[in-house]
Every structure is written in structure tokens, then in C-alpha cells.
């Protein structure tokens, strides 16, 4: 199986230079009348992209919202700035260049796993930018790091790295098929994917967890509402950690999905899909 994709790949969304960087996006639904826009941000396992995170979420969303799901500078098919440096701040920045490219005054946010981090800080620092916020299994607040976290952003390539970190994912385990697995293999080691992504997170890798925590003072004062979402059986993301987004932030609901690990818009992708669908309807 070839390592490059085709341009008909669904993987390859639209292109726009959002903050000075070329990005790759998908562009979903409704434009205007009661489409309200939805920024949706993925999480960092090696070889994500904005489409293999959210493929089961964007056209059901895109049926009442519009859904803007890009791959974060850094990820995917987005540009990678030669000398760039990895951070919150560069990711809050490359997302509100999206939204500016887009002129988009305000949107909801989705943001799953390290996007949840990317979310709640965005929030935070540009809190008129955000009407809704959505939390699933989210880094964002302190925890120790979990050997599995670290085994995700320490992985190096190969097939058999690849079957065991979607076992650690998935809490179905049906789910990790051999196709699935040489995919996301594949995917991982497309040409700059690699490089950027132990780029990002060398060891000792708990001091990026905290680098992506955002005050309590700050999590304490956001006033937006949120909907806060976790896989009781993640091995990846500790449930405590929606748990103590749930305490923080006054204006917040938690769901927990049982029998879940750290892919709930993957293995519960309907009831997601409904739960955030009602979330940001009324």
C-alpha cells in the first residue's frame, strides 16, 4: 500500500491560509440561515487527521450545523512551516486564523483529547470568539500522564506500534481490525507526518500534559456552556479529568459513556452524535 494518498482521498478537505499557514479543512453543511458554524478540533494520535477523527460526526452535524473540522498545523495535510514550534498558543492562533479567514464572528467548538486542551484554552484567551464549548475525554487540566498517553505520543513506527495503540484507543476491541491498523499505519508515516509529530512530544512527555493545562482560575471563570464528555474505560485521557472540567466549570453538564474507551465519537458515534446535535440546538 502506497504511503501518499490520492487528491481524491476524503482525508483532503478544502485549502485556505488561516494565520499564515496553509490548511487543509473540511467544510461541511450549513452556509447560512440557521447553520450555525461549529469548529471541531481532533486529537494528536500519530497519523490523525481531521477526517479519520470526525468522519462519523461531520455529516450527521453538517445536517443542522456547519462543521469546519481542520487538520492543526502540524497534523495531516496542513502546511508545516519549516523551524515552526509546537504549542497552545500556535494552535489557539492557527484556529482563530481559521475562523478570521472564514469570517467567522463566533462558532461552537469541539475539541477532542489534546483539541479539548486547544478548546478550553481558546475559550479562555478569546472567550467572544466561543458561543458553545464542547469537552471529550480532554486533556486541558493537571493530571499525571498516563503510561498509555505516553505510549501514544511516543510512538515510532510499525505495524505491530500501531495494532497495540488502537487497542489502548478502543475500548471495543472489534473494532482494531487488521485493515484498520495497517491504515492508520500507512497514514503515520506519510511523508513530514512522523517528523512533526516526535517533533511535538520528545520525553519526558509530562511536561507537555502540563503545558497544555489551562489555570483553574481561568477553567473557573469561563461563563460558556459546556458539555463535557468522557469514556469511563479510557485508558488514555483519565476520566477525573472531565470530572474536575465538570466541577471548574459552573455552567457545565458531564455525560459518561460505559463501555467506552478513548474514541466515543467512534464506538458510541450515533449517541454522540445525537447527545452534541441537542447540545447546541437549544
Known amino acids: 500500500m502506497s504511503a501518499h494518498?490520492?487528491?481524491?482521498?476524503?482525508?483532503?478537505?478544502?485549502?485556505?491560509?488561516?494565520?499564515?499557514?496553509?490548511?487543509?479543512y473540511h467544510d461541511v453543511g450549513a452556509v447560512s440561515g440557521d447553520g450555525r458554524p461549529v469548529l471541531l478540533i481532533h486529537g494528536s494520535g500519530p497519523g490523525v487527521t481531521a477526517w479519520a477523527n470526525w468522519r462519523l460526526v461531520l455529516p450527521e452535524l453538517g445536517r443542522t450545523c456547519r462543521a469546519i473540522a481542520p487538520d492543526m498545523v502540524g497534523f495531516g495535510y496542513t502546511e508545516r512551516p519549516a523551524g515552526i514550534e509546537y504549542s497552545v498558543d500556535g494552535w489557539v492562533d492557527h484556529a482563530i486564523g481559521l475562523l478570521d479567514?472564514?469570517?467567522?464572528?463566533?462558532?461552537?467548538?469541539?475539541?477532542?483529547?489534546?483539541?479539548?486542551?486547544?478548546?478550553?484554552?481558546?475559550?479562555?484567551?478569546?472567550?467572544?470568539?466561543?458561543r458553545r464549548l464542547v469537552l471529550m475525554g480532554s486533556v486541558g487540566v493537571p493530571?499525571?500522564?498516563?503510561?498509555?498517553?505516553?505510549?501514544v505520543w511516543g510512538y515510532e513506527?510499525?505495524?505491530?506500534a500501531m495494532r497495540g495503540?488502537?487497542?489502548?484507543?478502543?475500548?471495543?476491541?472489534?473494532?482494531?481490525?487488521?485493515?484498520?491498523?495497517?491504515?492508520?499505519?500507512?497514514?503515520?508515516?506519510?511523508?513530514?507526518f512522523q517528523e512533526s509529530f516526535s517533533a511535538m512530544f520528545p520525553a519526558p512527555r509530562q511536561r507537555w500534559v502540563d503545558a497544555m493545562t489551562s489555570a483553574e482560575a481561568d477553567i473557573r471563570a469561563i461563563r460558556h456552556k459546556t458539555l463535557v464528555i468522557h469514556g469511563r474505560?479510557?485508558?488514555?485521557?483519565?476520566?477525573?479529568?472531565?470530572?474536575?472540567?465538570?466541577r471548574?466549570?459552573?455552567?457545565?453538564?458531564?455525560?459518561?459513556?460505559?463501555?467506552?474507551?478513548?474514541?466515543?465519537?467512534?464506538?458510541?458515534?450515533?449517541a454522540f452524535n445525537q447527545l452534541v446535535g441537542n447540545f447546541l440546538a437549544d
Open 5 to 24: 494518498l490520492p487528491e481524491t482521498s476524503p482525508e483532503i478537505g478544502r485549502r485556505i491560509v488561516a494565520g499564515g499557514i496553509e490548511t487543509n
Open 101 to 130: 479567514a472564514l469570517e467567522i464572528e463566533q462558532a461552537d467548538l469541539i475539541g477532542n483529547s489534546f483539541g479539548g486542551a486547544i478548546a478550553l484554552a481558546l475559550a479562555i484567551r478569546h472567550p467572544q470568539r466561543v
Open 143 to 151: 493530571f499525571p500522564i498516563t503510561a498509555e498517553l505516553d505510549a
Open 157 to 160: 513506527p510499525s505495524l505491530l
Open 165 to 192: 495503540l488502537l487497542d489502548i484507543f478502543a475500548f471495543d476491541r472489534s473494532l482494531v481490525t487488521d485493515e484498520l491498523a495497517e491504515l492508520r499505519y500507512q497514514a503515520s508515516i506519510r511523508p513530514g
Open 233 to 246: 474505560d479510557d485508558r488514555v485521557i483519565p476520566l477525573s479529568n472531565s470530572l474536575t472540567l465538570n
Open 248 to 270: 471548574w466549570i459552573d455552567d457545565s453538564q458531564l455525560h459518561v459513556f460505559g463501555r467506552c474507551g478513548h474514541w466515543v465519537q467512534i464506538e458510541h458515534s450515533a
